[in-house]
């Protein structure tokens, strides 16, 4: 089972970059998937979640109205659009799925790479 964070790179305040996350040994859409990331120094965040199917979405206060997460089961890909991009938004951006096998965002924010399933992440780095 793996996960794989892409999609990263430099952007301007105010700029937008879109993560995909993909998944490989199991299938996406039997699961929900949640974005994480972490600065240097600070505490792994909660970004979003989504459920199986994409009918429940939800996000950080610190990126409601400026991410927007969905997923494309066909292709085994989860996608994060970060429109609106702050300094504060650098970090390394990670995807995770829960283990075992969970279809809704429950305790979605206490998923952790000690015990679910978790990708590389992949670097934002937003310049004022």
């Known amino acids: 089972v793996q996960l794989q964070a892409s999609g990263g790179g430099l952007v301007q305040a105010g700029g937008s970059v879109i993560l995909s996350c993909a998944a490989s040994g199991f299938t996406l859409g039997e699961y929900a998937i949640a974005w994480f990331r972490q600065a240097p120094g600070k505490e792994r965040e909660g970004v979003s979640c989504?459920?199986?199917?994409?009918?429940?979405?939800y996000y950080a206060d610190s990126v409601q109205g400026r991410f927007t997460i969905s997923r494309d089961n066909a292709k085994n890909t989860v996608y994060l659009q970060m429109n609106s991009l702050k300094p504060e938004d650098t970090a390394v951006y990670y995807c995770a799925a829960p283990k075992p096998k969970t279809l809704r965002c429950a305790r979605w924010n206490r998923w952790n790479k000690e015990n679910d399933y978790w990708g590389q992440g992949t670097q934002v780095t937003v310049s004022s």
């Open positions: 989504i459920s199986f199917g994409g009918g429940s979405t």
